[in-house]
């Protein structure tokens, strides 16, 4: 605390700013607050949840004035340590109230709150036939813009269209004396000089907090082909979805191996939620007719697309009418075709219908624990890495089987260079508030109950921190970065230098999110 003002001052004034609801201190909030989906850090002294920009300004001022350390956090669903403080005692900044949406056709801008999750921006969106070029990770329904720009984030829409980063206009940032900064000196483009927007895309929140976020519009393509391949080896998976990145056919599409198609995915499609999905596809089909012949072809392949192959791909194919999506998809059956063979659909044609679904998926099919560590490769170093990465499990394997430890992989498209290879870790420990609050009672009861295992915790500690270190080593780059892995380790001395003279410049006394990016 700065001068003369203690906990109890900052609070108050915090709440006569924010109105008492906007200033939570209850303990379970606070303890819920501190964890992320793997770890959990020092408690905050509070969490604010302004509900306008100009309450987030006045929070922002209040905190600075007081010395005290500012750590904004969206949906809350990221498992890097963004916004888990170590040492605690800051004031956590829930930015889910600047949930304001404001579409401008004539423009094809629509500007979003910070704390719009990508699930709502869909459902204001579609209304109109408009979306956004990327529109959202897998954890959208909790996932905010605010908070996919801030770190990086890629899944629907990225083969055709980039990661999160590549789908902004302009920001409108709240710096850590509570200044608003505007990022884009002009409302028609991002690139008027340079590039101010890029500077604050997986800034971990390091460099003041988003309030507003500009993206731009296209029309949504009603026509879709979901298509899926089967591959008997790593080495033909990457053949195929190196030439489909390449070529860019499709809008979105994902790998998995055998180990994550059998456990989350196709818990995800288990029979619970079999009634459900079958409504959502016909809801979401563009005539009852085609949604009938979906969950037909759906009932017919049946789960055995789930352990059709070693690795399967599934692509979402768009088009602007039925004939020019079939006729991508022909183009890539015969460029995929050559390394797999097409297997049912049933994958990419629940994930059409179903793309954001809830965040069962923060615990293992057994509910175990899970995290996720990726690295983006350049394709001539995947299958390499692929084969020293299955070495570290192979002189692993005796303590993981031991501990009940074990992995799965996932892979998405990074632009046509860029190969992203995601590890999934699983090992039995207890859950903490984060995940009891985020899947509630009812669902964790439904679950087995593990009791606190350090010993499986630390074997999947020092795996996942051996996975990172081996991603080093083949030159691999990371999106959200928070607090858990390298970055300014890896940047050339200058550029090193400009970092840190970004932040002094934005933040001189390091109260905005500070560690995060190393800062
Ligand atoms: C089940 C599941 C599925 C997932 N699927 C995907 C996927 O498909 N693709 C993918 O890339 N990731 C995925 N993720 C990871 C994660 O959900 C996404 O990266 C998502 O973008 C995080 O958004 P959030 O709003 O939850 O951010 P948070 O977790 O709240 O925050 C992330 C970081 O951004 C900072 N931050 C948040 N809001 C702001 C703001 N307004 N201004 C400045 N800084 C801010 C925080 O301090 C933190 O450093 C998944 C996670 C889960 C649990």
């Not at 290879?421 to 609050?437: G, K, M, Q, S, V």
Request: net charge neutral; hydrophobic share 45%; proline share 5%.
């Amino acid at each position: 605390m700065r001068g003369a003002m203690t906990m109890a001052d900052l609070l108050h004034s915090l709440r006569q700013a924010l109105g008492s609801a906007g200033v939570e201190t209850g303990a379970d909030r606070l303890r819920y607050f501190a964890s992320d989906v793997y770890r959990t850090g020092g408690l905050p002294l509070a969490a604010v949840r302004p509900a306008t920009v100009e309450a987030l300004q006045e929070a922002v001022r209040l905190c600075a004035a007081a010395g005290v350390a500012m750590v904004p956090r969206g949906g809350g669903a990221s498992y890097t340590d963004g916004y888990v403080r170590p040492e605690g005692g800051h004031v956590l900044i829930d930015t889910g109230a600047l949930d304001a949406i404001m579409i401008d056709e004539t423009n094809a801008v629509v500007t979003a709150g910070a704390g719009v999750t990508w699930a709502n921006l869909k459902t204001a969106l579609e209304a109109k036939g408009l979306r956004t070029p990327f529109w959202g990770p897998f954890s959208g329904l909790a996932a905010t813009v605010g908070g996919s720009m801030s770190q990086n984030t890629l899944s629907h829409g990225s083969t055709a269209h980039g990661i999160s980063a590549q789908s902004v206009i302009g920001f409108d940032v709240v710096l850590a004396n509570g200044d608003l900064l505007t990022t884009n000196a002009c409302d028609a483009m991002r690139w008027y000089g340079p590039d101010l927007t890029g500077l604050f895309t997986g800034d971990c929140g390091a460099f003041g907090i988003k309030a507003r976020v500009r993206l731009p519009l296209l029309p949504v393509l009603a026509e879709a082909v979901p298509v899926s391949f089967a591959f008997d080896s790593f080495a033909d998976y990457h053949a195929g979805v190196r030439a489909a990145q390449i070529a860019r056919l499709d809008d979105s599409h994902f790998g998995l191996d055998l180990a994550l198609s059998q456990g989350q995915i196709a818990r995800q499609e288990g029979m619970g939620a079999r009634l459900k999905i079958a409504l959502q596809v016909m809801q979401n089909a563009p005539s009852r007719l085609k949604g009938l012949a979906s969950l037909v072809k759906m009932a017919i392949a049946g789960e055995n697309p789930m352990r059709a192959g070693q690795y399967m791909c599934h692509f979402i194919v768009e088009g602007f009418d039925a004939g020019d999506a079939a006729h991508k998809a022909r183009q890539l059956r015969r460029i995929v075709g050559r390394h797999g063979r097409e297997i049912a659909n049933t994958v990419p044609t629940f994930v059409r219908s179903v793309p954001f679904a809830p965040l069962f998926n923060i615990l293992g099919p057994g509910g175990e624990r899970w995290v996720p560590v990726h690295g983006v490769l350049t394709h001539d170093r995947a299958v390499a890495f692929n084969d020293a990465f299955h070495a570290l499990l192979a002189a692993r394997k005796a303590e993981m089987d031991r501990l009940g430890v074990w992995t799965g992989t996932m892979f998405s498209p990074v632009g046509p260079s860029g190969f992203l290879y995601e590890i999934a870790l699983y090992w039995p420990d207890a859950r903490t508030d984060y995940h009891l609050t985020t899947l509630g009672a009812d669902y964790i009861a439904g679950l087995a109950d593990f009791p606190a295992n350090p010993e499986a915790a630390a074997c999947a500690d020092d795996l996942k921190e051996a996975i990172v270190d081996l991603f080093q080593q083949f030159g691999a780059g990371h999106f959200q970065i928070g607090r858990a892995y390298p970055y300014r380790a890896r940047l050339p001395e200058r550029a090193s230098g400009l970092l840190a003279a970004v932040k002094r410049e934005l933040d001189p006394d390091g109260l905005m999110n500070p560690g995060a990016l190393g800062l």
